[in-house]
């Protein structure tokens, strides 16, 4: 005896398929479209009007640096005249970009290694007079950059660290401290402490915890510094002009300077584009690299909880 109904087995063969037009998914509305667009509009054209803004004054130095320009080493036709003139002033380009790369990489060095360690006893670790040395921490902030480099100038000098690079990135390390332990406080505050109390727990010392659980965790916020202190040391102009006196020792934005009136007093301005060109060049591919981890590196604090 058969065990279906063979009308029901035709019935059921016969159902026709869903056609594709009504499986396919339902369009917007043409007026919710163009809505859409209306409302996005001004957002498109004011960024796209502060990008113009910000990068004209790199495209029109990038262009000026190889344009012809009387008084320049760069008078017929377009080349690169005024970047020899660049590699062969006084110790050369190679030395100077050397020296600000040593600077930088220093001043990174230092920067992330002690505000990893103080923004992690910040926001782990319970001690006595913890918010009052936080905010004299934050206090230095406070004080204007220049008047203490003839102070620390004298200092650097009593140990032996006058005219000298690593002088100059030790420096610059102590006014990138304050911003740098800020943000590395609530990046650390940003990831739970069940992750190193659960690493603990598996016999992790307060360093191991660190060093395999919370660093991982918190590499945005290294990045964003680093990113940090690399701009602010490879720019600087004033520390390295008020602790530097040998002229082989300079950095290149100082070596920049020095250029522009190297003549009797007369601008080489090809050259001083030139020199600009290749400061903004590190910084701008850096940036570009790293701008998905700068942002979230800001964004850990205000994700917290």
């Given at each position: 005896?058969p065990?279906?109904?063979?009308?029901?087995?035709?019935?059921?063969?016969e159902?026709?398929?869903?056609?594709?037009?009504?499986?396919?998914?339902?369009?917007?509305?043409?007026?919710?479209?163009?809505?859409?667009?209306?409302?996005?509009?001004?957002?498109?054209?004011?960024?796209?009007?502060?990008?113009?803004?910000?990068?004209?004054?790199?495209?029109?130095?990038?262009?000026?640096?190889?344009?012809?320009?009387?008084?320049?080493?760069?008078?017929?036709?377009?080349?690169?005249g005024?970047?020899?003139?660049?590699?062969?002033?006084?110790?050369?380009?190679?030395?100077?970009?050397?020296?600000?790369?040593?600077?930088?990489?220093?001043?990174?060095?230092l920067?992330?290694?002690?505000?990893?360690?103080?923004?992690?006893?910040?926001?782990?670790?319970?001690?006595?007079?913890?918010?009052v040395?936080?905010l004299?921490?934050?206090?230095?902030?406070?004080?204007?950059?220049?008047?203490?480099?003839?102070?620390?100038?004298?200092?650097?000098?009593?140990?032996?660290?006058?005219?000298?690079l690593?002088?100059?990135?030790?420096?610059l390390?102590?006014?990138?401290?304050?911003?740098s332990?800020?943000?590395?406080?609530?990046?650390?505050?940003?990831?739970?402490?069940?992750?190193?109390?659960?690493?603990m727990?598996?016999?992790?010392?307060?360093?191991?915890?660190?060093?395999?659980?919370?660093?991982?965790?918190?590499?945005?916020?290294?990045?964003?510094?680093?990113?940090?202190?690399?701009?602010a040391?490879?720019?600087?102009?004033?520390?390295?002009?008020?602790?530097?006196?040998d002229?082989?020792?300079?950095?290149?934005?100082?070596?920049?300077?020095?250029?522009?009136?190297?003549?009797?007093?007369?601008?080489?301005?090809?050259?001083?584009?030139?020199?600009?060109?290749?400061?903004?060049?590190?910084?701008?591919?850096?940036?570009?690299?790293?701008?998905?981890?700068?942002?979230r590196?800001?964004?850990?604090?205000?994700?917290?909880?």
């Amino acid at each position: 005896m058969p065990t279906g109904s063979p009308s029901t087995s035709t019935a059921t063969a016969e159902q026709p398929s869903a056609s594709p037009a009504a499986t396919a998914a339902p369009t917007a509305p043409a007026g919710t479209t163009i809505a859409g667009v209306a409302l996005r509009t001004p957002y498109w054209v004011l960024t796209g009007a502060l990008a113009l803004i910000f990068l004209f004054p790199l495209v029109w130095t990038a262009v000026a640096s190889i344009a012809p320009q009387a008084g320049t080493n760069q008078t017929d036709g377009w080349g690169f005249g005024n970047y020899q003139t660049l590699t062969n002033y006084q110790a050369g380009i190679w030395r100077y970009l050397a020296n600000s790369a040593f600077v930088s990489g220093l001043t990174v060095l230092l920067t992330l290694l002690v505000s990893l360690l103080g923004g992690y006893a910040f926001a782990r670790f319970r001690f006595p007079g913890k918010n009052v040395l936080f905010l004299i921490t934050l206090a230095i902030l406070m004080v204007p950059y220049a008047t203490l480099l003839i102070p620390l100038y004298v200092l650097l000098n009593q140990v032996g660290l006058q005219n000298s690079l690593v002088g100059v990135a030790l420096v610059l390390t102590v006014f990138q401290l304050p911003f740098s332990t800020f943000l590395m406080r609530i990046s650390f505050e940003a990831v739970p402490r069940e992750l190193d109390e659960a690493a603990m727990v598996d016999g992790c010392s307060s360093f191991g915890a660190l060093w395999r659980v919370l660093v991982p965790a918190v590499k945005p916020g290294m990045i964003t510094v680093g990113l940090f202190a690399f701009l602010a040391a490879w720019n600087d102009f004033m520390a390295p002009l008020i602790l530097i006196n040998d002229s082989e020792r300079m950095t290149l934005p100082l070596a920049v300077s020095n250029l522009r009136g190297q003549v009797q007093g007369v601008v080489d301005y090809g050259a001083t584009e030139a020199g600009v060109v290749v400061l903004a060049l590190p910084c701008m591919v850096l940036f570009l690299l790293l701008q998905r981890h700068y942002v979230r590196g800001f964004m850990s604090g205000a994700l917290k909880g």
